[in-house]
């Protein structure tokens, strides 16, 4: 199938990698039979042909929920089915704000690809089966008060559309959904970063457990909503996530044993953050068997009534999640806690760092992951989000019941960008750090380009001309600053400057931030020379700069824009910045 490309189409048509992908060129999953390919354009365009015009941008499917959904939330929504005969079946799935998709029990993909109302993708998926039983499960989530401030929102719900003979079978909104509330599940901090939104906190005494197999009770039929749309065709236009495919692939899902354990304790409680690390309360003999546990081989018992405090080095910095396996040790508590550096001081967000190697009396903060055992056989506990950093501190009670640990592992999670250029100097410490740098700037390259994974997690545009500059010295690839440029274009304000930061729930004007975007215009123009595509981001680049237009005096000097008139921090700065100074129009 080869859909017709809409006007807001963030693909090339013309770029080799657009046509490979046009024909099916697909990346992998965890399931054999399942393909997650990248389409162009609204994939039921050509069955809407000459229907009325108001009908044009209508998804044979409908958002749904479940009824008694208010965010913050987890559920879960289930279609079972079965072939009479073999079959390739084309859906197509979003959600708000998240979901993670699985076939007959096995996770095949997740979504959707992080947009805007005005932009919200989509993911597209060809299963093939076998004649028989099948069940597609999805777990959906909304953080709430608890989202990232990069995680924007329209309505909550769930969307699936198949397309062909099987709309009617699969499509939500037509077929016999349904769906339960996932109880276990809230949202929370150890240390409060506002931007960052909220870990995942589970208890798996009241988890349902084999929901992802579509198994258990207290199933309901799923209430349908609004049908879905990916063109605004109609002469009113309620609020409404406008659909468009997602041009990125998908992030990886690399299982990494990983890490050094660097020290191992049994602290008096669970409560370490003001304990600092110190070689005096080193137990080797715990830090040796978790090293044998990182490697997978072999497991570790905590006896009952025990507290034990391991800190892993994983030697690099990465963006995964973290997951443990367990048995028994009901009631036990689990924390995984991530961060890039341990602290001198306990002040989260002004500590002296030091040397990054270096943990003797130093203080591990950062936030992370709870878990509550259930006392079941081989659990896997995992976060619904991911997290970023160098050190992992894994801290664990148990109560009445010792506790097995079978297994830890990290399933990384960033944007697939290589370094396929080459670099190399005289002088020597010049090649040391490239590797260095290649790892920051995979590291801050996701479904959008970050200023920081750890801390914000959000696309800032001073952040984002430099990390595309990297990007294209580096990779042929520039689907990533192909999406920046659009994302940033949709943002864009009624005085025509851009925002700051996108996307993003909690809007900001930098008004310098607006002409570096028209300069990001400019570098993809020289660096990538398509026409067609910068041709499409020109009305904004014209916006923006009669947006500062309106700014000219009589005398042809700029004064300030209104907005926030930064360029970049200075030291002396701290939380209490001096806003007045910065912000010139208010003076």
Not at 90 to 95: D, F, G, L, M, T
Not at 261 to 289: C, G, K, M, W
Not at 424 to 444: F, K, M, S, Y
């Amino acid at each position: 199938m080869h859909s017709q490309r809409p006007d807001d189409d963030l693909s090339d048509p013309n770029d080799p990698m657009t046509q490979q992908l046009d024909n099916l060129t697909t990346c992998q999953l965890d399931n054999s039979t399942t393909q997650r390919i990248l389409i162009t354009g609204d994939p039921f365009l050509p069955l809407n042909a000459g229907k009325p015009w108001r009908e044009r941008g209508l998804w044979p499917a409908s958002w749904t929920t479940h009824p008694r959904a208010r965010p913050p939330f987890v559920a879960a929504f289930r279609r079972r089915f079965s072939l009479d005969r073999a079959a390739t079946i084309r859906i197509h799935v979003s959600a708000d704000q998240r979901y993670q998709l699985y076939l007959n029990g096995r996770r095949v993909g997740q979504g959707p690809e992080r947009g805007a109302p005005d932009l919200w993708f989509h993911e597209s998926y060809d299963l093939a089966l076998d004649p028989g039983e099948h069940v597609i499960v999805a777990r959906v989530w909304h953080w709430g008060e608890h989202a990232p401030q990069a995680q924007m929102s329209m309505t909550p719900g769930f969307l699936l559309a198949a397309e062909g003979e099987w709309q009617a079978a699969l499509s939500t909104g037509l077929s016999a959904w349904e769906c339960k509330l996932l109880d276990g599940y809230t949202f929370g901090q150890f240390e409060r970063i506002p931007w960052k939104g909220g870990n995942t906190y589970l208890d798996g005494r009241v988890y349902p457990w084999g929901v992802e197999r579509g198994e258990g009770e207290g199933w309901t039929p799923a209430q349908p909503l609004r049908r879905a749309m990916a063109r605004q065709l109609d002469w009113q236009l309620p609020p409404q996530h406008i659909l468009a495919p997602a041009t990125l692939p998908p992030t990886t899902d690399e299982m990494r044993r990983a890490g050094v354990v660097r020290f191992a304790s049994n602290p008096p409680s669970l409560e370490t953050r003001a304990i600092p690390i110190r070689q005096s309360d080193h137990d080797i003999e715990i830090a040796t068997a978790w090293q044998r546990l990182l490697r997978g081989e072999g497991e570790v018992r905590i006896p009952p009534r025990a507290t034990k405090r391991i800190l892993i080095d994983l030697q690099d910095y990465v963006l995964a999640y973290a997951e443990i396996t367990v048995s028994g040790g009901a009631n036990a508590i689990i924390r995984i806690r991530w961060a890039e550096a341990l602290n001198r001081g306990t002040n989260h967000w002004h500590g002296d760092k030091g040397n990054r190697d270096e943990i003797e009396g130093k203080f591990m903060l950062g936030n992370g992951d709870q878990y509550i055992a259930d006392g079941g056989a081989q659990r896997t506990f995992a976060p619904l989000w991911w997290s970023a950093g160098r050190y992992v501190e894994v801290a664990i009670q148990t109560f009445d019941e010792p506790l097995t640990v079978a297994a830890l592992v990290f399933r990384e999670s960033r944007y697939p960008l290589a370094m396929e250029s080459a670099f190399e100097a005289d002088d020597a410490r010049l090649n040391e750090i490239i590797p260095i740098l290649v790892r920051g700037i995979q590291c801050t390259a996701n479904e959008t380009y970050f200023d920081g994974p750890h801390w914000e997690e959000i696309m800032y545009l001073g952040d984002t001309r430099l990390e595309t500059l990297c990007t294209y010295v580096m990779s042929r690839d520039d689907r990533l600053p192909r999406k920046a440029l659009r994302m940033f274009d949709v943002s864009r304000l009624p005085s025509g400057l851009t925002q700051s930061r996108y996307p993003c729930s909690l809007p900001q004007i930098i008004p310098p931030f607006s002409l570096w975007w028209v300069l990001m215009v400019r570098d993809f123009a020289l660096w990538r020379g398509d026409v067609a595509f910068v041709r499409s981001l020109m009305p904004g680049v014209h916006g923006v700069l009669e947006g500062y237009a309106r700014w000219l005096g009589d005398d042809a000097l700029l004064r300030a824009p209104e907005g926030w008139n930064f360029m970049d921090w200075v030291p002396a700065w701290d939380e209490k910045m001096p806003a007045r100074r910065l912000t010139a129009w208010m003076a």
